[in-house]
Each structure stands twice: as C-alpha cells, then as structure tokens.
C-alpha cells in the first residue's frame, strides 16, 4: 500500500506542550519538514529561544541548543562560523527577537550571517502571562497594558520584517502567516526559500510567521485565527520584503 | 631559546594560538584592546576566525554556540564588559561548555577608569553571575606566565568541561616583556562527543542546554557540578613561594601586586627581616595549604596586599581561621601600590611583633 503522509522525520515524538489552538505546533512541523526535504537535517543544527518555544530542543530532530533570553543568533553565529558546512537556524518568538534580542537580531543580518530565523510574532509574551511585546497591536489589552496599548505610553508596533529587510546582509526577508492551508502552503515555501538561500551561501533569511495566541488573547482558537486575519494582517502585512536577484 | 619582546595583551592571544584556539569573539574595549588587535592579524594566518560582536553580550553567546559546537574558543574584555557576560558565562558553566574569558581588569565600580585593578577578584572567584557555579581562574604575574597559562586555560576548559577565566590588569596587559616562545605546545584536545554539529550519522541528538525545569533534575545538575568543582579543588591548585620557608611574615598577593611584593622581599631580606611571599596563581581553586602550612611553622603574622579594598582578604582570613593575624593594605580607583608602601606596612607589622 503507498504511503499517503506520514510524521515527518524532523520532529520527535515527544507530545508538544503548545496551548490548545496555538500555531507554534504547526510551524515546527513546516520548519522540520522543510529540513527534512532538503536532505539536511543531520547537518542542522538549531537554536531555541526563552519563551514559549523555549522547549523546542525536545521536539526538533536534530542538533539543538537552548540560548540566552535574546541570543540565539548569537549563539547561531558562534556555530556557524566553526561548522561554516552546517545548516543553522534560530526559532525565535515576538520577545525574545523583537525585545531583549533587538540589537542581536539586526547584526546577525548586517554580517549577513549565514543562518535562517524563523521569527514567531503573536503579538504578546506568552511563556510569561500575556504580557505587551513589542508587535502589540495599538489598542491590543495585555496584562501590561491592560486597556490597551496606547502610542504615547507604550510606543508603537515594532514591524521586524520591514526594518530587517533594509539592512544589506539580509539576503531574504519575508512574512507569512498560518491561519488558513493556503497560507500555510505559503509559509512551507517560504521556510524552504529561506533555508535554501542559506544552504547557498547567500546571506541571512528571515521569515516572519504571524501566529496564534487563544490562551493571552482571550480568544478561543478559531476566533484567534479571525483576529489574525482581521487584526493582524492588516498591521503586518504580509509578503516578501527582500529575496536573491534572480531567485533561489 | 629565541627571546621576543612582547605586550601582555598581545602575548594572550599568542598564547591562545599556541593552545589551538581559532575562534575569538570580543568587543572593543580599553585597557585590553592590543588582545583583540593582535587576534585580528593573527587568527587568519592560521585559519581562525576573528570576529568582533555587537555587544560583549553578543560575544559570550557566540562563545557558547562555538563552544557548543566543539571549538577552542576565547574572549576577553575588561571589567564592565566582564559584567556584561555575567549571564552567559552563568549557561556555559550550568551547559559545562569549555571556554577561555580574560579579564584585564581596570578601576571600578561603575564606568571607573582604564587603570589597573583587582577589583574583579569577588566577581572572578565567586561566581560573577547567577546561581551556584565555579571558574577556576588564573591569575599569571608576567608576560612569560600569559603565554604558559592561557594554554593551561585551555586546557583546564577541555578538562572539566567549564569556562575558565584569566585575569590581569592594565599594567600586565599594557607592559612589554621578553617571552620565550620556544617550539608550539602539543596541543591535546579531548574528544567532544556531546557537541553540537550535526548529527552526521550519531545516533542520538546532542542538546546543549541549562533548563531543567524539574527542581529535583536540576538539583541533581548542582551536584554534579558541585562534585566538579570540588575535584578542582583538589587537583588544581597552583601557587608561587618566594622566601616564604623561614619567613616571620609573610605577604600574600597576586598579579603585578605580587613583584611590587617580591621587591619588598628582596629589600626586608636585606634589612635582615624574614619576609616572604604566597602568590596564588589560581584564585579559585585558592591555594590555602600554603598559608595553613605557613601558619603551623615560623610565620606570625600574614600581610595581604591588593589593588583593591580586600578581597582576596577574606579567602585569606577563611583560609587561615584566625591561626594567625591577617594585615591588609591596598589601594583602590586604579591607584598602585608601591613598594615604597607596602614596605611601610611591612614594617609596622615588624616592629608590632617585637
């Protein structure tokens, strides 16, 4: 009998500790299976963040490496610049990347370090207890900005995608989201771009997946993924920012 | 043997090649700039990477990952840039990830001054950052022991699998000594099976990590490190004696504070006082036998002598359990002590023993 689907090889069996409608679940799975298809993944070796994908090292398949609060493309950089033939990613959340790692985050791509990032922006601290991040939408009630964020307090939302895709060492730069299957056949393609313009040579990738919170949105999880699509999209769009001339 | 003169600075990155490190991640900062000006010539002529971070926060997370991933890995900076990698050299102790991170120590607290210091000695030996964890550090008093010891450095970072850090201060960092280079050292580097590299046909995952969030793994994690650090203890003290047999008393100091300490010697020597000296060469694991020793045969009285306002001091006084009196003098705000000075306390001690 042929084999219709199966578990891809680049996820463990350990059981995800994801809340119940959370996408996280859904972009390990296109992050892994991405690893798998291009034939890499005892090659790869992956950097987890501080927050809630701090346990990723039990579920990717591979290599892997729990980082500092902010300092996975730190720790990345150290990797890659000692196994120059190995396959290096980060996984990284709104907090972790856009936060305490900014300064990390815009220097991994003006070295045009040769590593993938894969960017998770749910607009709040989950790990914490739903917590503003800095991609908090304006208005958007968090525990710390419990009627919701005003600009003049608390700033405005942080756009990563746009202010990384300016800096000339990343190489790719784009936004997706993984709220519907078509966007999330997009979001498998642009992971495997990304890891792809890596595996080239070409400079630094980063792919900003727009993601579910139902737990620290107060939502249940099909109404999370109409607040994606109402709420989010519209503040992040969604597309390429930067790719290869001639394609990957 | 072929003498060169060299700067301190440079000769610990000389040193660091010699022990086969070729990867370095640091961020500018004074007084040991010169480490990080030679490795950037350096490192490439051997195939090395140079690589100046962002951030000193940056660098010691680039260590981790190179570390993690199975190189010999050094950085270096000076006491607030050491501050800023309190937190990782924290993960890469609790990861038990071998590094080499040298101090050249300047005046604090705060943004202070580019002088030479000692007062990183507490944050060098008692931890730094957070939680229960060790270094061993060393602390070499001239251009000569840099090279010998940051080979040891390595060594000891490949033996016990933890970050060891050497310290000096603008003076041995900024001062120019001939060295004897002599031939390279063999350089043994222990196999690395737990490094992160891929799994490249292993059969299981290698995962470097410092979570556990069970309290009873992670007490478990403490123990095994703590089992560590006492084997440390008991195989990796190293001291210098000088004049310190038949001395009535005896200073004990590190670093450059230990030659301003043995041209006092000397000078007591010729006066017909019995002065000697203890300098520790590891501060932690700290040299105690010496001074217990010492404490059991001729010697009535210990002077510690530091740049700084006694920290040493209290390993001193621990060491010692009140067997004998323990003297301080130290300067502090980057301000060095003079034999002219220590002399004079010397001499007090001296005649308060009559």
């Known amino acids: 009998m042929a084999v219709a689907t199966r578990r891809t090889q680049g996820l463990t069996d350990k059981q995800l500790h994801y809340c119940p409608g959370c996408t996280h679940g859904i972009i390990h799975r296109l992050v892994a299976e991405a690893i798998e298809e291009l034939g890499v993944l005892e090659k790869t070796v992956g950097v987890c963040p501080v927050g809630c994908a701090v346990f990723a090292y039990e579920y990717f398949n591979c290599d892997m490496i729990e980082a500092a609060h902010g300092r996975a493309p730190a720790v990345a950089t150290g990797v890659k610049r000692v196994l120059p033939e190995s396959v290096v990613f980060t996984y990284q959340g709104d907090g972790d990347l856009a936060a305490i790692g900014t300064a990390e985050t815009v220097h991994v791509a003006s070295r045009g370090e040769k590593i993938t990032t894969v960017f998770v922006n749910n607009a709040v601290y989950g790990m914490t207890g739903g917590?503003?991040?800095?991609?908090?939408?304006?208005?958007q009630k968090t525990t710390t900005t419990p009627f919701g964020r005003q600009a003049d307090v608390a700033g405005f939302p942080l756009r990563v995608a746009e202010l990384?895709?300016?800096?000339?060492?990343?190489?790719?730069?784009?936004?997706?989201?993984?709220?519907?299957?078509?966007?999330?056949?997009?979001?498998?393609?642009?992971?495997?771009?990304?890891?792809?313009?890596?595996?080239?040579g070409l400079g630094f990738s980063l792919v900003e997946v727009l993601s579910t919170c139902p737990t620290n949105w107060g939502l249940s999880p099909p109404e999370a993924l109409r607040w994606l699509k109402e709420k989010m999209i519209p503040a992040y769009p969604l597309g390429e920012f930067k790719a290869p001339e001639g394609g990957v | 043997m072929e003498k060169v003169l060299m700067k301190g600075n440079e000769a610990f990155g000389e040193g660091a090649v010699r022990a086969g490190c070729r990867h370095f991640f640091g961020y500018p900062i004074t007084p040991q700039s010169e480490?990080?000006?030679?490795?950037?010539?350096?490192?490439?002529?051997?195939?090395?990477?140079?690589?100046q971070a962002e951030s000193e926060v940056a660098a010691i997370n680039m260590v981790y990952g190179a570390a993690a991933a199975g190189a010999r890995v050094m950085t270096s900076s000076s006491s607030p840039g050491i501050s800023l990698m309190q937190e990782g050299i924290s993960y890469i102790a609790c990861a038990e990830l071998p590094c080499v991170v040298v101090n050249i120590m300047r005046g604090g607290p705060g943004l202070g001054n580019i002088a030479a210091s000692q007062a990183d000695y507490f944050q060098a030996?008692?931890?730094g950052g957070h939680g229960d964890y060790r270094l061993p550090v060393l602390a070499p008093a001239s251009?000569?022991?840099?090279?010998?010891?940051?080979?040891?450095?390595f060594d000891l970072a490949d033996k016990y699998r933890n970050p060891v850090m050497v310290v000096g201060d603008g003076i041995l960092g900024q001062?120019?000594?001939?060295?004897?280079?002599?031939?390279?050292?063999?350089?043994?580097?222990?196999?690395?099976p737990w490094a992160t590299t891929g799994t490249l046909g292993r059969k299981s995952r290698n995962i470097i990590n410092s979570l556990y969030i069970e309290p009873e793994e992670l007490e478990k994690v403490n123990l095994r490190l703590q089992s560590k650090y006492?084997?440390?203890?008991?195989?990796?003290?190293?001291?210098?004696?000088?004049?310190?047999t038949d001395a009535e008393v005896v200073i004990v100091a590190f670093g450059m504070v230990a030659r301003i300490a043995k041209a006092v010697v000397d000078k007591m020597r010729k006066a017909g006082i019995p002065v000697g000296l203890i300098r520790p060469v590891t501060l932690?694991?700290?040299?105690?036998?010496?001074?217990?020793?010492?404490?059991s045969g001729p010697v009535k009285a210990f002077l510690v002598a530091e740049m700084n306002a006694g920290q040493m001091l209290e390993d001193v006084r621990l060491a010692l359990c009140g067997r004998r009196p323990v003297h301080f003098y130290g300067r502090t705000g980057g301000m060095l002590t003079s034999v002219a000075e220590v002399e004079g306390k010397v001499r007090e001690i001296w005649e308060g023993l009559k």
């Open chain 1, 131 to 139: 917590q503003m991040a800095p991609t908090t939408l304006l208005g």
């Open chain 1, 164 to 200: 990384v895709a300016t800096i000339e060492g990343a190489a790719y730069i784009t936004r997706v989201a993984v709220n519907t299957p078509k966007n999330i056949l997009r979001a498998k393609k642009a992971i495997l771009k990304a890891f792809n313009v890596q595996i080239q």
């Open chain 2, 35 to 51: 480490l990080p000006h030679y490795l950037a010539r350096r490192l490439p002529e051997v195939g090395g990477v140079y690589l």
């Open chain 2, 125 to 127: 030996v008692k931890g």
């Open chain 2, 143 to 153: 251009v000569q022991e840099v090279i010998d010891l940051v080979v040891t450095a």
């Open chain 2, 175 to 192: 001062m120019m000594e001939p060295v004897k280079l002599g031939p390279p050292p063999e350089v043994t580097t222990p196999p690395k």
């Open chain 2, 230 to 244: 006492r084997r440390m203890e008991e195989e990796e003290k190293r001291w210098e004696e000088y004049h310190a």
């Open chain 2, 284 to 295: 932690y694991p700290f040299p105690d036998q010496p001074l217990v020793a010492g404490s």
